[in-house]
């Protein structure tokens, strides 16, 4: 029953057919069993996971009925869970407890979901590859040569090795997206303020959301509607009642405009890379969809915008971390020196980057000159894609440009920072975005073939048409079908 849908797992513990305990207990072993290889979890939560499990047991028997009733899920080690570690992979919060959970879990909690355990990220969520984490090593299912993406390389790994069934990350800048089609899984970024920020750590404020990692659109949708909402504690979150997804999933896409972005035009890509989108674009025609051309111009300025907006908002997010309420503690002669001494001896090297960076572009002499500027390029991306939406319902374009990479391949962090090009411009003008699983290439050097993700965008705040489409994308094609591991696959990468 584990490598079944959280759909599936529902059904079956609301109606008395499986135990929740049971399956808790099974997820618990699979953990046991492979997470040595995969690296996956920071943290398990074994008595937490058991004592919600019997809770639901005891609902199921009381005749209670619960949406996620029994599903066993992964939750990024950003958010706060109470009573257990919470580390963003750092070493400055290595042994914080969190005194209190965060609002997107807790109510995926009260919904009869089995917290598994905590899940590995870039440290601060900062990266692409799951690689900037002080805490453990995590590799792609699809070949343990391979990086996970990142940075919820953890929550997306956990689910494409079968150890969880769905799983929480967040996005500020692809960190859901870009891992999900490096390990062939839906993740998905809802728009900007649907989804409450209350417990999850802040990295980039303006820009992080929390979103689900699943193996179907359909389970994809439905923790997105048990989530999204107003929260009291988290005034970002908007006074919109969320239209349900679950109820808006379609079979076709007649009637369906789907913009191909000029900028982002697939001759920059590999041949065998490129040979995979051109066939999801005509698949989703096959679907009835007229796919149109549209323009985003200031799309390539994403990159660089980005690289000054999030710095400036970790710099200062960071700022809390000193040694005096969280976490470690070096004590220096006088308080200067222990903020000093704990802020070096806990902080990796791509969180210090991003503090200067950040620290710089916000100092009072070159504020206008990037800071500022770099709102004012925000708002022009954001201007793009309103004015490309005016002529589709959703844009298409990759994920990402390449398969999963090597460990250490991007050790310039330029490099790193471009594997976002596709997901940031979304992620700065606040859109729901995700990528779905749609093809396989067998990079050059590699043995073992490696997944590729469509992403789809929409409107702000159109995640029902936009899970709608990717749920007609997905059912049609047959790359959901491989959602879990082939044992050839997970054979191969043990050796
Ligand atoms: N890779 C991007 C970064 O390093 C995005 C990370 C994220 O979305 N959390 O900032």
């Not at 972005?261 to 490129?274: A, C, H, M, Q, T």
């Not at 969180?351 to 022009?380: F, M």
């Not at 490309?388 to 991007?410: G, L, T």
Request: glycine share 10%; charged share 20%; hydrophobic share 40%.
């Amino acid at each position: 029953m584990l490598n079944s849908t959280a759909i599936g797992i529902a059904l079956a513990v609301n109606s008395g057919e499986l135990s929740a305990t049971d399956l808790a207990n099974e997820a618990l072993a699979r953990i046991a069993e492979r997470d040595g290889e995969i690296g996956a979890f920071l943290a398990v939560t074994r008595d937490l996971a058991r004592r919600h499990a019997e809770r639901v047991d005891d609902a199921v028997r009381r005749g209670k009925s619960l949406p996620l009733a029994g599903v066993p899920l992964a939750i990024k080690d950003n958010m706060c869970v109470t009573g257990t570690p919470t580390t963003c992979a750092s070493k400055i919060l290595d042994g914080w407890i969190a005194p209190y959970t965060s609002t997107a879990v807790q109510r995926l909690l009260d919904a009869g979901a089995i917290p598994l355990g905590k899940t590995n990220l870039d440290e601060f969520a900062m990266g692409s590859s799951c690689e900037n984490s002080a805490l453990g090593k995590t590799v792609n299912p699809w070949d343990r040569a391979r990086v996970p993406g990142g940075s919820s390389g953890g929550s997306v790994a956990a689910v494409a090795a079968g150890e969880a069934t769905i799983a929480l990350g967040s996005d500020t800048g692809g960190s859901i997206r870009e891992p999900a089609a490096f390990c062939n899984v839906v993740g998905f970024k809802p728009t900007y303020g649907r989804v409450s920020r209350y417990g999850l750590i802040a990295f980039a404020s303006s820009l992080d959301q929390i979103g689900p990692i699943a193996k179907t659109v359909a389970d994809a949708a439905l923790v997105y509607d048990l989530m999204a909402g107003r929260d009291p504690m988290d005034a970002t979150t908007v006074d919109l009642l969320p239209e349900p997804t679950l109820t808006g999933l379609r079979e076709d896409l007649r009637g369906v405009r789907i913009g191909i972005v000029k900028e982002f035009g697939l001759e920059k890509l590999e041949p065998s890379v490129r040979a995979v989108y051109e066939r999801a674009y005509e698949d989703l025609q096959k679907l009835g969809a007229e796919l149109v051309e549209v323009a985003l111009p200031t799309a390539d300025y994403g990159v660089a915008t980005y690289y000054l907006i999030a710095p400036a908002e970790c710099s200062s997010n960071l700022a809390r971390f000193d040694g005096m309420r969280y976490g470690l503690r070096v004590e220096g002669a006088d308080v200067g020196s222990t903020y000093e001494q704990t802020r070096a001896a806990g902080f990796g090297d791509e969180v210090k980057r991003r503090i200067l960076i950040g620290t710089y572009a916000l100092s009072s002499g070159y504020y206008d000159a990037y800071y500022v500027r770099a709102q004012k390029a925000r708002t022009l991306i954001a201007a793009d894609f309103k004015k490309a939406f005016a002529a589709c319902d959703a844009i298409a374009c990759p994920a990402a440009a390449s398969p999963a990479f090597e460990f250490n391949a991007k050790a310039d962090p330029v490099s790193m920072y471009l594997m976002d090009y596709y997901t940031i411009p979304m992620s700065l003008a606040g859109l729901p975005s995700l990528s779905v699983p749609c093809g396989y290439v067998t990079p050059e050097g590699g043995t073992l073939p490696m997944p590729l993700g469509l992403e789809l965008s929409g409107p702000l705040f159109a995640e029902r048409s936009l899970l709608g489409i990717a749920h007609a994308y997905e059912r049609a094609t047959l790359h959901a079908q491989a959602r879990t591991i082939p044992e050839i696959v997970a054979t191969a990468g043990a050796k």
